[in-house]
Antibody, heavy 118, light 107 residues
Framework: EVQLVQSGGGLVQPGGSLRLSCAAS????????MHWVRQATGKGLEWVSA???????YYATSVKGRFTISRENAKISLYLQMNSLRAGDTAKYYC????????????WGRGALVTVSS | EIVVTQSPATLSLSPGERATLSCRAS??????LGWYQQKPGQAPRLLIY???NRATGVPARFSGSGSGTDFTLTISSLEPEDFAVYYC?????????FGQGTKLEIK
């Protein structure tokens, strides 16, 4: 089955760190650009970060310098290392695949809830 | 950074009516705009890519138009399952940006 299985969400104190993981299955992971998109409860979608097939990375201004996206093709996995977390980072984080033909988001994980609170 | 603005924030219509949703980019993005539909508790679903191309399996009642800075998503005759939140997204430049969403609700 073609899917993205996420893990790693949870409650963390302000200033803390958390690592999200996303395991791909059913497709050739190494040939797809991958992204993270977040959504605070009741709010809209916010793009967070991307990594392309060459390993080049891109970040939203709000997370640059604090978050690091990475991938391990051998483990068919995507990661998001989040440091210096703030209350404003509280959201559901989606692991997302980019379609090779449309170049838009065509496969989403179920999301991992990250809550930053003391 | 490109800012993407959607209007209206909420649109109240009845089944069978025509819906027109707007998306405006702060600078030209050519045709690099997509539309997504999100229902409660679900991940977004791609409807339209590159301004006017329907994604696989999307009904013909959904259509997209526009280029440059102004874009429109039209639903020709609303079905009950179309009431949801719709987002546009630009991919012309980094950082990628979504609009804030339009909630399409039943009148």
């Amino acid at each position: 089955e073609v899917q993205l299985v996420q893990s790693g969400g949870g409650l963390v104190q302000p200033g803390g760190s958390l690592r999200l993981s996303c395991a791909a299955s059913g497709f050739t992971f190494s040939t797809y650009d991958m992204h993270w998109v977040r959504q605070a409860t009741g709010k809209g979608l916010e793009w967070v970060s991307a990594i392309d097939t060459a390993g080049d990375t891109y970040y939203a201004t709000s997370v640059k310098g604090r978050f690091t996206i990475s991938r391990e093709n051998a483990k068919i996995s995507l990661y998001l290392q989040m440091n210096s977390l703030r209350a404003g980072d509280t959201a559901k984080y989606y692991c997302v695949r980019v379609s090779t033909w449309s170049k838009y988001f065509d496969l989403w994980g179920r999301g991992a809830l990250v809550t930053v609170s003391s | 950074e490109i800012v993407v603005t959607q209007s209206p924030a909420t649109l109240s219509l009845s089944p069978g009516e025509r819906a027109t949703l707007s998306c405006r980019a702060s600078q030209s993005i050519s045709s690099y705009l997509g539309w997504y539909q999100q229902k409660p508790g679900q991940a977004p679903r791609l409807l339209i890519y590159d301004a006017f191309n329907r994604a696989t399996g999307v009904p013909a009642r959904f259509s997209g138009s526009g280029s440059g800075t102004d874009f429109t998503l039209t639903i020709s005759s609303l079905e009950p399952e179309d009431f949801a939140v719709y987002y546009c997204q630009q991919r012309a430049n980094w950082p990628i940006a979504f609009g804030q969403g339009t909630k399409l609700e039943i009148k």
